[in-house]
Nanobody, 120 residues
Framework: QVQLVESGGGLVQPGGSLRLSCAASGSILSIRATGWFRQAPGKERELVAAITSGGITNYANYVKGRFTVSRDNAKNMMYLQMNGLKSEDTAVYYC??????????????WGKGTLVTVSS
């Protein structure tokens, strides 16, 4: 079994910053691509940012220049630094990872999410 646990969400004022973390644990051989997604009330889940095991990143247009995705492969940790937050960034943020397990299966896992609320 593999678990992804997000942390770092909370209430922040517009223009503020938050850093989300995602910890992967369990029967992990390696982690391939990882991504951060978000889902606002009444909307579909959407990709925010992704990063490969080699560090290649991809961002949704609406977060480019404000958010930075990173990972620590040795610690099985992923991060999302969010600056210049706007009210429209309010959502539950989810971590996703393609994990190669110790029995050599490649499986996508999701965390349970962490709520980010941007409001004055």
């Amino acid at each position: 079994q593999v678990q992804l646990v997000e942390s770092g969400g909370g209430l922040v004022q517009p223009g503020g910053s938050l850093r989300l973390s995602c910890a992967a644990s369990g029967s992990i051989l390696s982690i391939r691509a990882t991504g951060w997604f978000r889902q606002a009330p009444g909307k579909e889940r959407e990709l925010v940012a992704a990063i490969t095991s080699g560090g290649i990143t991809n961002y949704a247009n609406y977060v480019k220049g404000r958010f930075t995705v990173s990972r620590d492969n040795a610690k099985n940790m992923m991060y999302l630094q969010m600056n210049g937050l706007k009210s429209e960034d309010t959502a539950v943020y989810y971590c996703n990872a393609e994990v190669v397990t110790t029995n050599y299966y490649a499986i996508h896992y999701w965390g349970k999410g962490t709520l980010v609320t941007v409001s004055s």
